[in-house]
Each structure stands twice: as structure tokens, then as C-alpha cells.
């Protein structure tokens, strides 16, 4: 296994032949020298990128800040692979992939699982411009399903849950709204979905009922960064939001209330969580980057206690000559820190700035231990993702099969038909995985393939072991005789008296065959011995 790390810059914004020219993305890892990938002619806005994943098969899809354009890449290929146009310049970009179904049992009491295709496509690609309009696209089709005029500026950052109920906006308005992403997407349904030729109005009515399910104006200036906690259970849905006002919030998504605020002495560029929420770590303006820990060790009660909640409002000291919750890796070169994620085992900080530079420093020791090589030009994006490192590695047969794979459908510029029957959707149909509870506790994983002639044999094999449990493999035939009612008692001691005998007797036979065998097998023994020795 390996974390692969992929970062892109913004380019040059005063030249666009220069930027076009000089702009690059890598995939690499964080732990080794080692370079996965490059992309040529590759440059987004600030939280402009978003990527499908790492590996044969994903995308990465880019937008243009001055162009009406989606540019898309694949793995394998350095070159853009698609140009997507869209209605208008867009500012941001982000993926929401398929929600998680609970896994569902067949006739025989096995749970149904089913594997990525090959090539996937993710669910919708969510995409905010400068004018506060809000798009959603239905990737495996290209039809648009929302247009929502949601901030009064532009929108800088969108996130969603890990359930995908919510979808969370950030704009320059200094506001942050969190939207419920079925209200938004849901398209049929209206007194007038039947009608022909009025179902895109009748979808844009629908949209214009749609209200945010909460509306957060706390910040005073732009919001930078927006991170929601991964969680199984809804209830325990945090958000987290960075502002350029200098504040750090946490809010309870569920009870629409703000839990804690944190006071920092710059502007506040970016955030990223810790994967076991034990702290945030909140890129500055002045190139350095402050851990808050959620968490502290009470000396009089000897109690790890939480920090914050009941809407507190905490200052963070800006001294920290120590260097105990202060990073400084980006502080030297005067720069602003614009991206930042954290390690899996939360043991390593990667964070890039806006000189293009990308350092993972060690989270224990504050210590940089790793630089990448320069973008110069301010970092975008950056994505980091754990995979093995045998899918990383990218032969030539898998670039092969992987220039065959299915193009992105055209996005729409018109909002998709509120008729469900004008709905078509191209999709993969994934791989079938049926998980058997063993005997010993363990699950047996059994995988069937489409093909016909696979499915009929193993069909056969399970009506063969049928079958053979049924099938009676001895001499002994055993029927059961009802005489009458009347002394059943006594009927039944007979039966099963005469049945012992009959069992005693084919005892007898067979000690007495076993005993004639043996000492047979002892004769010609002893014969073989005498032949051994005569030579």
C-alpha cells in the first residue's frame, strides 16, 4: 500500500499562453521519490479541481476560470482527454459519487454486494461560477439537473456528507448553506411532470420552491474552506468553515446550531480535520499553519475533556515560540497556505501554498521530512488517497484498455425534463459478489461472472451436491409399517427388538470379514519378508 498524492497548480492568471505552457499536475507519493503520473496543460481555480480517485480508470476534471469550458483528464494520459463545455465560467468544481446501499439478501439468505465497474462514472459533478449560480450534472447521462441561483457572490468551495444527504456551499457573500441534495436534484414529481413540452419550466418552478435546509451567516468576509467530518451516524454530523475574517467555526448540522468558534490571528486560508477528530489544521495567510486540538488533558480530574461547545468563543495565542501547535514549513518564504490534507494514520501534514511549493512535514515533531517539486504557481487542489501500490504502477496494456473506456457524455445547457420517460441513463453494470456465512465464522466470498455458460455450470454443480446429500449410499432400506392402532406400544418394541437383531447379525459379518482380511494381509507380509531376504 501506498499514499499517492495528487496536487495541481493555478497557473499563470496574467498569461494565459504562458500558463497553458508551463501548467502541470503530478500524482506522487508522499512516502518515496517515486512519481505515478503527469499532466500536461493542467491549471484550475482555487478549489476548481476534483478527481474520481487514483488509479487505471478514474478521472480528473478541471475548470477553466476564463472559459466556458470542463477540461478532463484521464489516467494514463498526460494530454486532456475531453473539453466539456458548460453554460458558463465556472469558479468550482466538486464529485458526488454514488451513496452506499445497504446490502440486500437473495432467496438463499446470502448478502448481494456488487463491485466497481471497470471504468466508472461517478454520480454528479456539482460546479459553482462567479455569478452564485449552483449546477448539478448527472455525469453517466450529462443531464442537468439543477440551476440554483444560491449566493449573491460567487461561490468558492462545495462539499457534501459522506451519506450524501447534505450538499454544503461557501461564497464570497460570507455566507455558507447547507443544502439537502435530494430537493435539490429531485426533478419529477410536479402536477405538471406529464405534460409535453412543459417539463423543463415545470423543473424550474420546482427548483425556484427549493430552500436551503440551513442558512449560515455568522462570518463577516469570504468563506475559504468548508470540511464536513465522516460519520456513520447523521446525528454526529460536524461542519467546519474557514474564513477570510480569521475564524474557525464548528456547527451541529442536525441541530442547526454553532458549537464553537475559534479566534486566529491571520486570515484563515484553509482547513483540514484530523481523520480521528482529535484536532483542525488551519492554514494561514502568513504562510503558517496552526493546529487546534478538539481534545485536552484535564491535570485536576485526570479526564480527557472536549474543547468548545455551547457556542464558545476561543482565542488562539498567537505566540507559540515553542513551536508546540505551529507549523512553519511555508512561514520562510512569505507566503499564504492555500491547501492542506492530512495522512491516513494522521501522522503527516501535506500542505501547499501560493508560491507552488508542497511540503509533508510530521505531525508529532513538526519537522518537514518531504518537498515536492515546484509548480510556480500557486496550488489549487490537492487530493491524497491511500491504494495499492500495484494498481499505481500503470503498464502498457492497462494505458491500452484504458484509452478504449467510455467518454463523458456532453453536460446539457438545459435543465433536464421533468417527464421521467424523457430520462435516459447510461451506466456499467457492475460485477455481482455474494457473501456465504461459513461455518467457522469467516465469509466466503463467491464471485459470479455475466456469462451464461458460467452461471449454468455452477447451477449444475450445486443441483450435483443436492443430490448426493439425499442419495442413500448404503445397503440398508428403511421403511416404516403402521399396523393398525390398537397395541402400538407394543408393536413398536417388537419393531425396533427385531431391527436390533437384524443390526447384530450385519455386526457379526462384518468383524468376521475384517478378521479374515487382516489375517490375510499379515500372510502375505510375512511372504514378502522371506522374498527380501532369499535376494
Known sequence: MDEALFYISQGDLTDAKKSAAESFAYTSSIHSSKQYQSYRHASSPL??????????GERIFTCDSKKALINVYSYGKEGIDQRIPVPEALTTLHIVHHPHIDTKTD??????????????????????????????????SGDLLCVKEAHYQGISVIKSS?????????GDDARVLVWNLADLISIYGGSGSGNKGGGDEQGQDNLRLVKPYWAIAENT???????????????????????????????????????????????????????????????????????????KFNSHTSVLEGVGGMNKIITIDPQ??????????????????????????????????????????????????????????????????????KTLDVTQNSIRSDKKHRMVPTLKRVLASSDPVHHTLFMDIPERIILNNGENGGDDIDDYDDESDHGFSSWLERKRIEELQFRNLSDIDSTVKTIGNKNKDNTDKVNLASNNTDLELKLKKVSEAYTDLRSKYEQLIKEHAKLLDDK
Open 47 to 56: 478549489n476548481g479541481a476534483c478527481i474520481t480517485g487514483i488509479g487505471p
Open 162 to 170: 459522506s451519506c450524501k444527504t447534505f450538499l454544503v456551499t461557501g
Open 107 to 140: 432467496e438463499h439468505g446470502a448478502q448481494i454486494l456488487h463491485q466497481k465497474p471497470t471504468f466508472r462514472v461517478p454520480w454528479l459533478i456539482c460546479g459553482g461560477s462567479k455569478s452564485g449560480k449552483l449546477y448539478i450534472w448527472e455525469l453517466s
Open 221 to 295: 468576509l469570504s468563506i475559504t474552506d468548508i470540511t464536513l467530518n465522516p460519520t456513520g451516524v447523521i446525528n454526529d454530523l460536524k461542519l467546519y468553515t474557514s474564513s477570510k475574517d480569521g475564524t474557525v467555526r464548528i456547527f451541529d448540522v442536525m441541530t442547526k446550531s454553532q458549537l464553537t468558534t475559534f479566534i486566529l490571528p491571520h486570515s484563515a486560508e484553509c482547513l483540514s480535520l484530523d481523520p480521528a477528530n482529535r484536532a483542525i489544521y488551519v492554514g494561514l495567510s502568513n504562510g503558517q499553519i496552526k493546529m487546534i486540538p478538539l481534545y
Open 320 to 389: 507559540d515560540p515553542n513551536l508546540s501547535n505551529t507549523f512553519v514549513q511555508h512561514a520562510d518564504s512569505s507566503s499564504s497556505v492555500l491547501q492542506i490534507c492530512v495522512s491516513m494514520d494522521g501522522t503527516s501534514l501535506i500542505s501547499g501554498d501560493s508560491k507552488g511549493q508542497i511540503y509533508v512535514a510530521d505531525i508529532v515533531t513538526k519537522q518537514t521530512i518531504k518537498g515536492f517539486p515546484s509548480l510556480n504557481f500557486p496550488i489549487a487542489y490537492i487530493h491524497l488517497e491511500t491504494i495499492s501500490s
